[in-house]
């Protein structure tokens, strides 16, 4: 049990809505990165936070944005979607932004109609 | 851009067969070569990592060979068994502060009782 909880596990939304996205890292785990990862292919990296700053960024849009808290909680926040947002959305932590091994939640299934 | 490619798209083992997973890679900035299991609505689990520096590691029936001059990387299951069926990703981190990691594009086993 890798203790990285999602929220909430499946969401629907229509073109052009806006979605927040939730993440509680695992205990003592300071940093957070985010991952799509569309029906059938590898998770690709959208950003990441360590101490409550985004420390990296994948080749995702402006659109696709996030927060974390004092607690290391994080949001993933999207706006004007499209219907190729629809994908699994993960989230994984890891004990520092230099740590190799990042715990995986269960993800959030995004669908975009 | 895919920086990391994987082979074969599905996989078909016999119980207690050897089941192997290719990956080569481009990007020679890469310091961090993990492999990651999911289940159906899970999301990804570490199941064995390497270095460049290491040409194998073997924890288990799971085995990592290196070959950082081919650029290549392969995970080995041995005995195969049907709760292996999963997919499998390979990926790889680029050295640098945010540790991203690049998947692969997976690879779905089946192993048959």
């Known amino acids: 049990e890798t203790g990285v909880t999602q929220s909430p596990t499946h969401l629907i939304k229509t073109r052009g809505q806006q979605v927040t996205l939730r993440c509680s890292s695992q205990s003592g785990h300071n940093t957070v990165s985010w991952y799509q990862q569309a029906l059938g292919q590898g998770p690709q990296f959208i950003f990441q936070y360590y101490r409550e700053e985004e420390n990296g960024r994948g080749n995702f849009p402006p659109r696709f944005s996030g927060l974390q808290f004092p607690n290391y909680s994080s949001e993933l926040n999207v706006n004007a979607l499209e219907l190729d947002d629809s994908a699994l959305y993960l989230c994984?932590?890891?004990?520092?932004?230099?740590?190799?091994?990042?715990?995986f939640g269960p993800g959030t299934r995004l669908t975009v109609l | 851009q895919q920086q990391v490619k994987q082979s074969p798209q599905s996989l078909i083992v016999q119980k207690g067969g050897i089941s192997i997973i290719n990956c080569a890679y481009e990007?020679?900035?890469?310091?961090?070569f993990p492999w990651y299991q999911q289940f159906p609505g899970k999301g990804p689990a570490l199941l064995i990592a390497?270095?460049?520096?290491?040409s194998e590691k073997k924890e288990g029936r799971f085995t990592i060979s290196f070959n950082k001059s081919a650029k290549q990387f392969s995970l080995h299951i041995m005995d195969s068994q049907p709760g292996d069926s999963a997919t499998y990703f390979c990926?790889?981190?680029?050295?640098?502060?945010?540790?991203?990691?690049?998947f692969g594009s997976g690879t779905q086993l089946t192993v048959l009782p």
């Open positions: 990007n020679t900035a890469f310091d961090y």
């Open positions: 994984a932590s890891s004990s520092g932004a230099r740590e190799d091994t990042q715990y």
């Open positions: 390497i270095r460049p520096d290491v």
């Open positions: 990926a790889a981190r680029i050295s640098g502060s945010a540790r991203q990691l690049t």
